[in-house]
Structure formats: C-alpha cells, structure tokens
C-alpha cells in the first residue's frame, strides 16, 4: 500500500529499498562460491598438515634408528653373517657399546611387520641364549611394498662385495638404506659406516 491509501504498483514495488528475488539469488549465490572457496582452503590445509605429520614422523623415527645401527656396527670389530636385509656384527669388549665382553649383535628387516629389529647376543655365541629380536624401526617398507631395507657390503679397498658376499669376515664397510612409508608418504635415509675394530 502507499502512503495515500491506494495499492501499490510495480513502479512503487520497483522503487522501494526492499531486495528483489533476483538480487536475493545472486547475493547467495556470492555466499556459496565464497564459502566453497574458504572449504577448499580449508581442507587442503588440513590435508598438508596431515601429510607434513606423516613425513616428519617416518622421518624421525627412521633417522634414530639408522643412526642407532650405523653407530652400533662402526664400533664393530667383525661382520659375521651378512645379507641383502641382515647383518651381524662382533662388537668387541670395551666401547661405548660393551663395556663388560664383547656381542653380537644382528639387524635385520622383519617383512611382516615392516620394521628393522635388532638382536643381541650377549655373550657372542657362547653359552647365553640371544635375547628376543626388538623393533628399532617401524613403517619400514617401500610405497609398493616390498623390502624397506638395503644392505651392500665394501672391502678394505673400496670393492663392491654385493648385498650377500661369500666371505663376510673382509666385510670393512657397510652401506646401508632405509625407506620408511606412512599412508603414501615415504622418506629414504641412507647410510654408510666403515667398521672401527679392523
């Protein structure tokens, strides 16, 4: 109605401050793209977060165990059985390692639970039993599945010896290669140690 008592007209409808349908659509419309970018946004954040957490934990726990084993067999004096996902090596009396007697101890990859583990034996092949083999790493394994860990083996020279040499006893360094998956995100350490006793 107008003010003087008379219905109103579409040329009174048109020139009021109210909004129109069309400009009501368009105002929404507006509020969804804005608000579909903002969930974009969003959710790719959170999908990088996830990603980013994944890297740096296989990350982590990847490097301390590389880092364990590379520094265990560069105190070692001796390898005594070597192959393409295992080594054992004689840790001889009076390091860091062994103050009391000297052990061996062995790495190797576990492929049915992904993981390196590592075991002792305390006494080096004498009466005691070696101890349980323990996870040192776990996610160890490739984005296609197989095999997480590589070893290859060096003489004193420098010569490829391969990932099983015939005599391990002229085992002097060892090459070692770590890949670590998490819901398809994966991180490949390598490292190489040569063996001190020798």
């Not at 520094?71 to 390898?79: H, K």
């Not at 004193?156 to 006893?169: I, R, V, Y």
């Not at 995100?185 to 040569?194: F, P, V």
Request: hydrophobic letters at 40%.
């Amino acid at each position: 109605m107008t003010s003087r008592g008379r219905p109103a007209s579409r040329q009174d409808l048109a020139r009021s401050d109210g909004l129109t349908i069309l400009e009501l659509l368009i105002a929404l419309t507006l509020l969804a793209v804005v608000v579909g970018g903002l969930y974009r946004f969003v959710a790719t954040g959170s999908q990088s977060a996830r990603l980013t957490n994944n890297f740096l934990q296989i990350q982590a726990q990847a490097r301390a165990a590389l880092d364990n084993v590379v520094d265990e067999i560069r105190w070692g004096q001796q390898v005594t059985a070597a192959g393409p996902t295992s080594v054992t090596v004689l840790v001889p009396q009076a390091t860091p390692f062994s103050a009391a007697s000297p052990y061996t101890v062995t790495f190797a990859y576990d492929a049915a639970a992904d993981a390196v583990t590592r075991q002792e034996d305390p006494d080096a092949g004498g009466p005691l039993p070696a101890g349980p083999a323990e996870p040192v790493a776990y996610f160890i394994v490739q984005k296609d599945g197989s095999n997480g860990l590589a070893l290859e083996y060096f003489d004193d020279g420098g010569n490829a010896l391969g990932a099983t040499p015939a005599d391990p006893s002229v085992i002097a360094r060892v090459h070692i290669t770590l890949t670590a998956t998490l819901n398809q995100t994966s991180r490949t350490l390598i490292g190489d140690t040569a063996l001190r006793g020798r």
